[in-house]
């Protein structure tokens, strides 16, 4: 939840503290706060016991799990690579990948969703690689096309009616050559 989302709710449960010190019904506040009547229940419980201080937000449920320092030394590893963390097949930080060097580093579990979350409140975005092999030889490709692949490359077959049907295809149109029309054949049956 946002902070401003917090404040929201706040200033939702300080006006159902003044309407309970007014003495309003809980159905009424209820409807007026379109909250459910279980909640306003629990919220005149607590202001009953506490004040309405109890009704004040606490921040968030739950604290970042990692800090500023935290992060600053998983982007530090980020950025030695993959390769410095045993992944050496290939040189992209994967979700699954970054979650488990946060285990390893920092003993907290991460979901993946909660990784991607994470990075990208951090100022990191998904970077696509480019699917370009490090050894590739530009030259050796087109040398390739013109000598290689015309050998292996089947003709293509005449223009011939056609089917999209693989197992049962056209052997022509079913039209008799003599008959009378364009392409043989009486017309409509």
Known sequence: MTDAGRERRERVRMQAAQWFAEGRPNAQIAAELRV???????????WR???????RSR????RARLD???FARLEAELNRGPAAHGYADDQRWTLGRVAALIKGLFGIDYTLPGVSL????????VQVPGRRAIERDDQAIEVWKRQVW???????????PGSASPTKRVKGSGRPKDAPGPGGGTGPR
């Open 36 to 46: 459910g009547l279980r909640q306003v229940e629990k919220w005149r419980q607590a």
């Open 49 to 55: 016991q506490g004040g309405a201080e109890t009704l």
């Open 59 to 62: 921040g968030p449920h739950r």
């Open 68 to 70: 500023d320092a935290a």
């Open 118 to 125: 994470l990075l990208r409140r951090n100022g990191w975005s």
């Open 150 to 160: 015309p050998q292996v490359e089947t003709p293509r077959a005449t223009w011939a």
